[in-house]
Structures are given as structure tokens and as C-alpha cells.
């Protein structure tokens, strides 16, 4: 089992910026990947972002160039700075962990919510 605490939500304005983190615990594995879903009131989880442990990135192209996402593999804390945000990036952000081999598991936060005003 992998826990997951996520961290950084909060109200902000337009234009501002948030820290979010997520910190794991528990089984482990060292190949995975980690990253960043959300989802706004009435709409389905997205992906945002994603780092695995090699240092290959994915990114959200509606957060491409605002939204950067780093990690700590000695600290097994995954970040995701968010910049110029906007309304719509309003929602619950989600860390995930998946284990990437066989049988591949993901794993969820609580999540954390971004609410940005305009």
C-alpha cells in the first residue's frame, strides 16, 4: 500500500501562483511514476502532470508553459508549482502513484483544493 498527503491548496487570484505537494509513504517501489489530476465540480479527473522516476515529464497542454512538476525521490515528495493561474483552473488536485509494473496499482490522495477567484 502507498499512502498519499497532499499539501498547498488554497485561494489565490488570477495571475497568482500555488505549491502543491505530495508526500508518499508505505510500499514504495523505486520505478514509478507520480503526478497531478484534478477535477471541477460536474466535470470528470484530468491529468495535469506527470513525473516518473527517471525524470520524464507529461504536462496537460492547457497548463503547458504555467504548471511545472518536480520530485524528491530521496524524500519521495512529488511538487507542482503552479503559475499565471487561471478561473478555470479552479478544482480538487489529486496526486497519484502508479506502479508501473506488474500488476500496475495506482494510488490516490485525498486531494486539495485550488480555487482561484477572477
Known amino acids: 500500500q502507498v499512502q498519499l498527503v497532499e499539501s498547498g491548496g488554497g485561494l489565490v487570484q488570477a495571475g497568482g501562483s500555488l505549491r502543491l505537494s505530495c508526500a508518499a509513504s508505505g510500499s514504495i517501489v523505486s520505478i514509478n511514476v507520480m503526478g497531478w489530476y484534478r477535477q471541477a465540480p460536474g466535470n470528470k479527473r484530468e491529468f495535469v502532470a506527470s513525473m516518473a522516476t527517471g525524470g520524464t515529464t507529461g504536462y496537460a497542454d492547457s497548463v503547458k508553459g504555467r504548471f511545472t512538476i518536480s520530485r524528491d525521490n530521496a524524500k519521495n515528495t512529488l511538487y507542482l508549482q503552479m503559475n499565471s493561474l487561471k478561473s478555470d483552473d479552479t478544482a480538487v488536485y489529486y496526486c497519484?502513484?502508479?506502479?508501473?509494473?506488474?500488476?500496475?496499482?495506482?494510488?490516490w490522495g485525498q486531494g486539495t483544493q485550488v480555487t482561484v477567484s477572477s
Open positions: 497519484n502513484f502508479r506502479k508501473v509494473s506488474w500488476p500496475t496499482t495506482d494510488y
